[in-house]
């Protein structure tokens, strides 16, 4: 079974940078697309990027100019970094599978955690 | 970007009824490149339908998709007490960005 887990700062100052790792366990993080969604408390998901294992990426591009993804197959883990941080970037983010290379919704889901941007 | 509008906002049914969630899409959805999710509260969102009517790994036979271009519908014949929470819609048929509905919450009556 699939598992994935988020790890990092709970609390973030503004203009800061958001930095979350993901480690999959229970499956090789290979031959697959991994995302970012991100839901500020009391609203809907956004999603904001995803990362290939061979290390191609696509982000939102309303968020393009901040955020980066990466994979790290040794550690079966990927990243995101978010630079410029406001309060609205408080939120949960969760990283999750990308279901197949044709099918792009989120089959495995972390359990979470909340980014709080405060001072 | 494709913009996803679910309804209603809210449905309050009774364990047993029918529940019918709709999805109505900006543009036409490709290939029928939509999912649903539900999520429940302080949980991530599981999926449950994915190329608009395909049953994800799990997910009871009382749910079912249905739908093509602009227009989706996710139907759960007789709701079961589990059944309640938040369900989202998400689009995946164009370039990115992958979009989502703003949600719909069914409430037990």
């Known amino acids: 079974q699939v598992q994935l887990q988020e790890s990092g700062p709970g609390l973030v100052k503004p203009s800061e940078t958001l930095s979350l790792t993901c480690t999959v366990s229970g499956g090789s993080i290979s031959h697959y697309y991994w995302s970012w969604i991100r839901q500020p408390p ?29 994979v790290d197959t040794s550690k079966n883990q990927f990243s995101l970094n978010m630079t410029s941080v406001t309060a609205a970037d408080t939120a949960v983010y969760y990283c999750a599978r990308v279901k197949s290379a044709w099918h792009h919704c989120f089959d495995y889901w972390g359990q979470g955690t909340l980014v709080t941007v405060s001072s | 970007e494709i913009v996803l509008t679910q309804s209603p906002g809210t449905l309050s049914l009774s364990p047993g009824e029918r529940a019918t969630l709709s999805c109505r899409a900006s543009q036409r959805i ?10 429940k509260p302080g949980q991530a969102p599981r999926l449950l339908i994915f190329g608009a009517s395909n049953r994800a790994t799990g997910t009871p ?49």
């Open chain 2, 61 to 109: 036979d009382r749910f079912s998709g249905s739908g093509s271009g602009t227009d989706f519908t996710l139907t759960i014949s007789r709701l079961e007490p589990e059944d309640f929470g938040t369900y989202y819609c998400q689009q995946y048929g164009s370039s990115p960005p992958y979009t989502f509905g703003q949600g719909t919450k069914l409430e037990i009556k």
């Open chain 1, 42 to 70: 009391g609203k809907g998901l956004e999603w904001l990027g995803y990362v290939i294992y061979s290390g191609s990426t696509n982000y939102s591009p309303s968020l393009k100019s901040r955020v980066t993804i990466s």
């Open chain 2, 30 to 39: 490709s290939s029928s490149y939509l999912a649903w999710y539900q999520q």
